[in-house]
């Protein structure tokens, strides 16, 4: 039990700088996700704080201690990786009980902490079987099992579901979450899908070309992103972003789209936006699940336009809907059954109350 | 049973199709079996000539009757050598060279491959490439120079080298610790780097990394480089035809030249025989280690 601190951490590679200067504080028992796509240092600042790379510059503390020129042995941290690393030649036993065995552990003791791992994944049955006599599903609990039984201070999973498929993913996703939530160990979780960070953790943190986008909570991220980067990474479909202006028409402010489209501004948003320069060039970004089909007695905020539809996907549950604006191809859900065509003309609603305007040039959420 | 009856069921209704794939297939496998029988004849018939010929009398040996056929056989051949006190002890000196050789190549090349592979440090990717251009090197440029480094280290020292039979367990490693270090790293270099990286979170130290987890998981490269070394060091001809001259020193192939050729007289009948023999242990080796030769012995590591 650990809270593990970054401060200014930098990593430098000949002239690649694949890391700078990053802060971050997890508290003890906490679950962060460090989320961003590839090349975005995600990995590299995991494997720092494991020990398996040495760090540039700045300090790392697990539980108040630097731990900088720390062997990774010594950080008292367990690891599961992307493709497991399971010991080919040793049963799923001695798998999990290596570490214990290094450590000269008595044996009963290796025995009970091995059997109580197991059954908390599920895989006491499979305790005498090799790696190789394992699913990929079975292997990655083996992995998690390894890491448990060290009893560590720090978990770290460096994008432990990425090589299962789409269904086994989300039910270990589930699986990680419950061993959280038992052993409640501070864990540092690496992924490049937004939707594992989401679910998983207690805060995210977004990065991108060796930087901190933003830090917060899953709801915090996707309702209130501080930038374009952030915005368009969380949330699948991604947010939409269409080139836009402010305009004040008869002391109300508008928010002009192209010339035959614009919206006027909630009072909530009106006011927050008051201080914005009507000559600014801005983005307005819209959550596609805030442009749907219009309603008959529409909601103040809302408001209806006329779009011809390029494309539709029915989900099912939803239908996807694809139509351009402004050059841009805009994606919005609609009911299923509100009759959405390839091609055809459809009434639609936006609602401004979740709308989010950004400053075009330095991608800035206003 | 049930699938049984399913698959008896779908059976009449099946188009077994004769395409071009499975066409091309037959006779690329008759093709290989072509090739595969002419290889197989190419490389049996000298052994079988030389058990024939081990079978026969000297007398046999020089009519002018069907060298492939015998028609006398006699077991004298065996009897002499095997009670020859002078073969059993060429014998002897022939295992114990290459079993120390074996034991001093892995010694020296495991770990060796294992820092060149694993442990990033300054001109390891040269030294690396360096090891296996020494492999280049023939024997037959080297024998000359060693000789007379030998014979001046005895000089200089008043220890004899040369002559003596532990002297072939310095020369022999020039050979085999190049090429078993060289196989070793591809060994390990196919080891996946997160497997070292698991250990050394696990705790384990480099010691550790390298007799518990790399050694094992390497088996079949391991046992690839002990059969190389044995078959080096067990039939190496020119070293010690060079460094050793009395009988009581020498290895079996030059052993078997030296004293079963008098002038020119050749004993071929015992020739073919010691030759045989001499034969029989790396096949004995080969047939026991490759047991143990299972190849894939990295499935389940990772992903794939």
Redesign the interface.
Known sequence: MADVTLRKVIKRYDDVEAVRGIDLDIADKEFVVLVGPSGCGKSTTLRMI?G?EDITDGDIMIGGDVVNDV???DRD???V?????????MTVAENMS??LR??HYPKAEIKSRVTEAARMLDITDLIDR?????S?GQ?QRVAMG?AIV?NPKVFLFDEPLS?LDAKLRVQMRIEIKKVHQKVRTTTVYVTHDQVEAMTLADRVVVMNRGCIEQIGTPNDLYHNPATRFVAGFIGSPAMNFVPCRLEEVGGKPLIRLTDRIAFPLPPARAARYQNVSRNEKLLLGIRPEHITEAKAHPEPGIETFDAVLDVTEPMGMETLIYFIVQGEEICGKVNPNAGARDGAPLRLAVDLNNMHLLNEATGVVL | MASTAVIDKAAPTRVVKYGSMSRDRKWALRWSYFFLGVFAMFSLVPPLYMFITSLKGSAEISAATNPWWVFHPTAANYVGLLTSNQFLRFFWNSAMVSIFVVTITMLISVPAAFALARMRFWGSATLATGVFLTYLVPDTLLFLPLFKMFAAFGDWTGIQLINRWYVLLIVYPTLTVPFCTWIMIGYFASIPKELDEAAIIDGASWFQTLTRIFIPVAMPGLIAATIFAFTVSWAQFLYPLVFTTSTDQLVLPVGIITTLIKGDVFNWGQIMTGALLGAAPPLIIYAFLMDYYIAGLTAGATKG
Do not use: T
Not at chain 1, 81 to 88: S, V
């Open positions: 494991a398996l062997p990774p042995k941290i367990a690891m990786f992307q493709n497991y690393a399971l010991y080919p030649h290596f570490g290094l450590k090799k790696p190789k006599q394992l990929g292997r390894r060290r090589n």
